[in-house]
């Protein structure tokens, strides 16, 4: 069964460093990329970043480009994001999700990260 | 950027009913990058439809999708009690971001 574990949410302050984990498990997860996407408290889905299967490629939405830095550990079936200089705007539900083809098909439950001093 | 427009807002049906959700982006995009997941309160989201017309599996045939270019529609042909949910639909196109509509929720009549 695939199963992805999110980890690592919390009440932080702004300006504030979060590190987010996503502990993969069910599938070959060095085969495929992988996405965090967030969804704020009562707001619309929101693509944060992608990372190619090997980790050579990646993106950011324009709002995280120089605070967010994802990444992955092949060898742990782990992804992370790092989050740095956190904004209040940055609350939400923080989700991992599988790509497949140009679609989502698998979501973690999610981590809840609150900026808020 | 390609921005999804959804409407309606909110659908107030009965069960029973069939229900039609649009999606309609800024600029034409290719079918096979048009999505739709059904998220319910206090769950991740669920793939759909992917393609634009594909059912994801185990998803029952009574969700179908359509459309091409600009414009594109999630049915549902009788809504059953576990249907009733917010829709989103997400474009996945050649550059980032992957953009999300604002959604549809399906509600009780």
């Known amino acids: 069964e695939v199963q992805m574990v999110e980890s690592g949410g919390g009440l932080v302050q702004p300006g504030g460093s979060l590190r987010l984990s996503c502990a993969a498990s069910?599938?070959?997860?060095?085969?495929?990329?992988m996405n965090w996407v967030r969804q704020a408290p009562g707001k619309r889905l929101e693509w944060v970043s992608y990372i190619s299967s090997s980790g050579s490629t990646i993106y950011y939405a324009d709002s995280m480009k120089g605070r967010f830095t994802i990444s992955r550990d092949n060898a742990k079936n782990s992804l992370y994001l790092q989050m740095n200089s956190l904004r209040a705007e940055d609350t939400a539900v923080y989700y991992c999700a599988r790509e497949r083809g140009y679609s989502y098909d698998s979501w973690g439950q999610g981590t809840l990260v609150t900026v808020s001093s | 950027e390609i921005v999804l427009t959804q409407s309606p807002g909110t659908l107030s049906l009965s069960p029973g009913e069939r229900a039609t959700l649009s999606c309609r982006a800024s600029q034409s995009l290719s079918s096979s990058y048009l999505t739709w997941y059904q998220q319910k309160p206090g769950q991740a989201p669920r793939l759909l439809i992917y393609?634009?017309?594909s059912r994801a599996t185990g998803i029952p045939d009574r969700f179908s999708g359509s459309g091409s270019g600009t414009d594109f529609t999630l049915t549902i042909s009788r809504l059953e009690p576990e249907d009733f949910a917010v829709y989103y639909c997400?474009?996945?196109?050649?550059?980032?971001?992957?953009?999300f509509g604002q959604g549809t929720k399906v509600e009780i009549k």
């Open positions: 069910g599938f070959t997860f060095s085969s495929y990329e």
């Open positions: 997400q474009q996945y196109g050649g550059s980032p971001p992957r953009t």
């Open positions: 393609g634009a017309s």
